[in-house]
């Protein structure tokens, strides 16, 4: 089984990652995961912590001459702006964070909240998913994520193969997949961040490349949907989740809903073996497992909860109206969200993978997956 934890502060002196059950034999390129940091660091809109990190990973176990071992694998991702024990405690909690949930509930300063609670934690989680699309590449399975609507503009995507879209994203400053929208998308977030407030918006993961039979439909806790909206909704700052058609889907006969079934000899060595679909309103998910087709996942992402126009709170010590703290944010950090959920489900997807062909190493895996193929084509 394919795990991982994470621990750290957000201006603590370092975030980890410990990875359980990666297989041995995978080569680790540890410049792919830096620069899944660096993305995450980026995208219009971000603030000042931005400029003082330069995110980069120290393997510090797994690992013996690039290749994985087997072991548990720790991911070391250094703090800059390290100053916990300098920082002062708050009086005045943040609606939307956790700062007054947090300090009744563990009868303790909102300080040790909000550092744990940050955002900044998902730099350990994209360093995990960064680690799982090693294992993932040599089974041709992608994961890709990008902005599809942000502060309520609807960003149309533009068509293309995945490389081709991937190079779309990359001259984006949204990360969306129409860079002719960013201007307009740019001036809104401007314009938010001069009156103090904050913008969300709507990010769509799509996964190429997956296999039949990924998941089951035998328990509640292994449905791959289940286990997918789980490790999504469980980022900071996400909302609501949805597959494929997602609430679409409750608003429309079934006739309009359930994909249709078709076969076509000519794909039958790919891995959805040869059954297309001329549409993929199931986001490739039927019964809690893949089904050859690209999986499609969405989430809405809330605005960031500080607001330099600071909202109305109390003080926890003279319970009196004031405004609220004013901790350094961001105006929008929806791109940087994209390339961490992009990340999450990556990790779920090679999880699954693992759960499906073994786990121990990589070339077992491989001869599991070709056996499977094999035997799934006479099914």
């Known amino acids: 089984m394919l795990r991982y934890w994470t621990a750290g502060e957000s201006h603590g002196k370092a975030l980890l990652a410990l990875v359980d059950g990666f297989p041995a034999g995978v080569e680790i390129e540890t410049e792919s995961i830096d620069f899944e940091l660096r993305r995450r660091q980026g995208g219009y809109g971000r603030g000042g912590r931005q400029r003082i990190e330069t995110d980069q990973v120290e393997l510090r176990s797994g690992i013996w001459h690039n290749q994985t071992l ?49 955002a900044r934690e998902t730099a350990a989680r994209v360093a995990a998913g960064a680690l799982a699309k090693q ?33 779309l994203r990359e001259r984006s400053e949204i990360y969306s997949l129409n860079p002719d929208q960013d201007d307009a998308v740019k001036a809104l977030i401007d314009a938010k961040g001069k009156e103090g407030d904050t913008l969300g918006g709507i990010l769509e993961i799509r996964v190429e490349g997956l296999p039949f039979g990924l998941g089951t439909h035998a328990q509640w806790d292994r449905k791959l949907d289940g286990r997918l909206a789980q490790a999504v909704m469980a980022v900071q700052a996400i909302k609501g989740v949805e597959i494929g058609m997602g609430f679409r889907a409750a608003r429309l006969p079934g006739s309009q809903v359930h994909d249709p079934i078709h076969f076509d000899a000519a794909q039958k060595n790919s891995p959805n073996l040869g059954y297309t679909r001329p549409t993929n309103n199931a986001g490739g998910l039927e019964a809690g497992m893949t089904n050859g087709q690209p999986l499609v996942i969405r989430a809405a992402k809330k605005p960031i909860s500080t607001l330099r126009k600071a909202l109305e709170s109390v003080n926890l010590d003279s319970k009196q109206p004031e405004s609220a703290n004013y901790e350094r944010s961001d105006v929008c950090a929806v791109p940087a969200a994209s390339v961490i959920l992009e ?12 759960d499906k062909f073994g786990g121990d190493s990589l070339a077992e895996m491989q001869a599991r997956w070709k056996l499977f193929h094999e035997m799934a084509r006479e099914r």
């Open 343 to 354: 990340n999450v489900v990556a990790f779920e997807i090679a999880c699954a993978l693992i």
């Open 135 to 167: 294992l993932l590449k040599p089974f041709g399975i992608v994961a890709f994520g990008y902005v599809v609507e942000l502060g309520g503009i609807e960003i149309i995507p533009q068509p293309g193969t995945l490389e081709e879209q991937r190079a």
């Open 70 to 118: 087997g072991s548990p694998i720790a991911l070391e991702v250094i703090n800059k702006d390290a100053k916990l024990e300098r920082l002062d405690d708050l009086s005045r909690p943040r609606p939307g964070h956790g700062d007054l949930t947090g300090a009744i509930k563990f009868l303790g300063p909102i300080r040790g909240i909000l550092e744990r609670a940050s």
